[in-house]
């Protein structure tokens, strides 16, 4: 019987509530067996060691996922297909490996195959699973467990809660030892150089920002309103940047502050010095940072111009908010 869109809709919430609930079940079922992993991936990485995962069905795309969630946050691991191990790939494994067993029954026969020649090889496992109490899970030396009290399949049968129990658990345990790490912006990105997301990591402020005529800079002595202005207009920009001695910056003059002297200047204000009406001490960044510390900037102090400095404090480029959102960077 066809379903109506309002049945539609209702069935759709319903599967991301029980879905929903396996999360929050998970959650609340961690204890110190998960911290007693992460203290072990540690161990074994800082020793230059991997992780092996492993699966199969359902659980095989996980332990995929899983595999290149860790190699992309500097954690060398890979995925070992269980039927391929046993003729030959085993061959990868080496002492002091952490191997990681994916199975939500802990009744996987290929899994619990894997365990004794885990343990032969001097690999420690863990049993990423539902069911602790199964052969998986007391073989294992650690235990991740996650909770699905029910399916979101009408049926009770196609894994859905569970294998999204899963994903997350080792998500969360790929983000602690990301921060146990003390992994950075940086590091992050050599491991991401393609895509948008590699841009976005690796572009740094000189790359983005507005330079030569497009950044407007004027000596703050002899400067008045309407030059600044003038110099603002040419350039297409929001602000002009002042500068002193050996062209270091000693403030900068915004939309804001041509507002403000409109009002409080007299009626002869263009032809001021804009010394009196520039704001000093501004927000800057470091021509060389990543870019994405610009927006961080911008985010905090809630301000929509921005200049670049070099090393002997001299403005050689300029940031205009809007221009974050045509680099993919807001």
Do not use: W
Request: proline content about 5%; hydrophobic content about 45%.
């Amino acid at each position: 019987m066809p379903l109506t869109d309002k049945t539609i809709l209702a069935q759709a919430r319903r599967c991301l509530a029980i879905e929903r609930e396996a999360l929050e079940a998970t959650a609340g079922a961690l204890n110190g067996d998960f911290v007693a992993v992460v203290r072990a991936v540690e161990a074994a990485v800082a020793a230059g060691h991997k992780l092996i995962f492993s699966g199969v069905g359902k659980s095989a795309h996980i332990a995929e996922k899983l595999t290149g969630t860790f190699n992309s946050t500097g954690v060398p691991s890979c995925f070992l297909d269980p039927t391929q191990a046993l003729h030959g790939d085993l061959g990868l494994c080496a002492a002091g490996d952490i191997a990681i067993l994916l199975s939500y029954s802990g009744a996987s026969e290929e899994m619990l195959k894997l365990l004794p020649l885990f343990e032969k090889f001097g690999l420690e496992t863990v049993a990423l699973t539902g069911a602790p109490e199964s052969e998986l899970g007391r073989g294992a030396d650690y235990r991740l467990v996650y909770r699905a009290p029910r399916e979101a399949c009408p049926l009770a049968l196609a894994p859905t809660a569970s294998t999204t129990a899963a994903l997350a658990l080792g998500d969360a345990l790929a983000m602690v030892l990301l921060e146990s790490r003390g992994l950075t912006r940086d590091d992050f990105a050599k491991y991401h150089p393609a895509g948008t997301l590699g841009m976005t990591l690796l572009l740094r402020v000189s790359d983005i920002m507005r330079k030569d005529a497009a950044c407007p800079v004027l000596p703050e002595k002899k400067t008045t309103v309407q030059e600044a202005i003038f110099a603002m207009t040419k350039a297409k920009a929001g602000a002009v940047a002042l500068t002193g001695a050996r062209g270091r910056l000693t403030g900068i003059f915004t939309d804001g502050d041509f507002r403000r002297s409109a009002l409080t200047g007299g009626a002869d204000f263009l032809t001021k010095p804009v010394a009196g009406f520039m704001t000093r001490a501004p927000r800057t960044i470091a021509a060389g940072v990543l870019a994405v510390e610009a927006l961080k900037i911008f985010q905090r102090f809630k301000i929509s111009d921005l200049f670049a400095l070099d090393a002997q404090q001299r403005p050689v480029g300029y940031i205009d908010v809007q221009d974050l959102p045509k680099l993919h960077i807001l």
